[in-house]
């Protein structure tokens, strides 16, 4: 079957082809009056302009004649209104050998040290994002100047790769060696201003400037911004070796080297070879062609076109404008501050102004954190107007529930809202469990009904499964679908099963989390399991920060389709019983401190004597793994890669494994249904291979 995921890339080589073919190219050249040579990067065929190829061979070919010509200046800027270039074109990156990659590599280092080389001053005039390969090629050149809006970066380390067209040894030949690293190992970009207090451009200036700065620049009044003695330091290798180790040491705190190795890679080529840039070329083009084939780059890679592939499910615009939240606890205050920053106006109800009231802090919280700016921070909370009356139901194009999981009160709400609904507007909820047939039951109107169910906090996770029901019409689904994504948030259309999609694959690895717990295996091994495994956070934590109480209900919700489990067990209730819900109350099943960070033991303290399993990670992931399969085979959700993205979007399942159902397959599927049926004969029918199993080997 060809995955939704595979049909993107396809599109997007059927794409890359035409340009290819394409008469007009993607370079534009002309010289002005004062004798400049302006060379405009403007792809036809894309709405941003990245680097591939093409691009590359096009401008060898400007470079050649530009040799010949002698222009006095070289002026490289872009033709698009979003910025200078988004980086390298990460499709010709897939399915390469490391021969394949270094050859490609080496040819890009040509057409950029010959553009380096070029006898006439090159100034890369540098607005909106400047990316990767976009920034490689800025760096290339003799000057740069920035517009204010600009925004430079290597955002390369996300994929699971440092940069490779020259970035590493350029960027701390010009910019401030540690800041340029700092900026590699993050994938942070900066502001135009703050790169040119690091050295990274040589002039900020206004759009209107920028003649005058060019014009300037080739009279040569711009000094190329650099070289202090702290860079001088830095060239030898005892000062690199003390700064390499504290890198090593902060990137190890964020994530461990074997599953993420490209920052380490690029420590260890600047620590052995900052101080001499040739060697260091040869040892960048190695190490990221080495980077490139690995399953980490690969799986992340693979994550990225998953989003694309989520967003791409957009057909058409939702055409919502005023979106009306009835209940504004934990989520619908986070939903309804979201929606507000992402420019819908928001009115928000709840029978306690007391909720509202604590929701407008949040959001204002949560909008200096994302926002930054005071003036978007105002602005965003003019759109978000206090509603105690639900005064929004009469405007709003949509209204979203979420008040407490209870059917009754659901449904009376739907009653008194639906006749007060404008025509066209859709009825949404956020419900995580309750079956969307059942509170459709009692609608006038079940068609315009949805299931938005958004995940915890709204602002982090970027997933939003989108609920269907018998009922429901396909303009309901396509609409919401359109709305999560103007939400800037992806969207996974799953079918009203218990659970849904997620909380069904993710409760019996907290259930198999709680027998193990039974078993006296200590709780920090556990978690320290899943960690390992890749889970951004063990499932014992994961249970105190949602909740005992959650937790359970959700358990105990699910039985019926977890065959085998047995009951949450008995002292875990009793913590419910006695107020320790986990890090609301301050305990759970671990303690907390006043920041709210849980004190677990080092697992070097635990006891000889402590139980233990080596099958530990196994017995967590496999039955999350089984419980996708069962969910892709009922089809509770269609798409291998749309199961994959939001298992990885809705609960942060390890990136850089590509997805649970992209792990399997990596693994071997045969070897994971053995691997089930021993660990079934030892601990029973929960992990019995779900028949799904079978459909995916045949796939
Ligand atoms: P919550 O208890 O934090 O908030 C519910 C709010 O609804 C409260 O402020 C309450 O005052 C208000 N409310 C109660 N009756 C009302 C009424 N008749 N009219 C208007 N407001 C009323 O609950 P929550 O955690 O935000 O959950 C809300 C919904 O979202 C539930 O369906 C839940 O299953 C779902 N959900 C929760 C999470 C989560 O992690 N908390 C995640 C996804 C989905």
New binding site residues.
Partial sequence: MKTMLNALKDRRLELGAAADAAPQGNWRSARDADGVVWLVLDRPDKSVNVIDRAVLEELNAHLERLEAERPRAVVIRSGKSAGFAAGADIRQFTGASIEDMQRLLTEGHAVFDRLERLSSLTIAVIHGHCLGGGLELALACKRRIATADATLGFPEVMLGLHPGLGGTFRSIAVADPVEAMTMMLTGRSLPARKAKSIGLVDAVVEERHVAAAVRAAAAGQLAGAKADLKDRALSLRPARSFAASRMRKTAAEKAPKEHYPAPYALIDLWEAHGGDRKAMQAAEIDSFARLITSDTAQSLIRVFFLREAMKGQKQGKSAIRHVHV?????????IAAWAAKEGFDVTL????N???G??VKAATKMLQATLKDPVKVRDALDRLVPDPQ?HGVRHADIVI?????KLE??R??YAAIEPRLKEGALLA??????PLDELVAGLRDPSRFVGL????PVSRMQLVEIVSHAAIHAETRRRAIAFATELSRLPAAVASAPGFLVNRSLTPYIAEALILADEGIPKERIDHAAEAFGMPMGPIELIDQ??ID?ALDVVDGLRPVMHGFPQAPEWLRQKRADGKLGRKSGEGLYRYDSEGKPAKQSLDALPDSAPNDPDIADRLILPMLNAVVACLREGVVEEEDIADGAMIFGTGFAPFRGGPIHYARRRGIAEIVARMEALAERHGERFKPDAGWSDLEAR
């Fill in positions: 009835v209940g504004a606890g934990a989520m619908g205050g986070d109800a709840d029978v306690a007391a909720s509202i604590k929701a639900g529930e979420a008040v407490p999981e009160l659901k009376s709400i909820t956020n419900t995580s469990a309750i169910h958004f995940f915890n949602v909740g959650v």
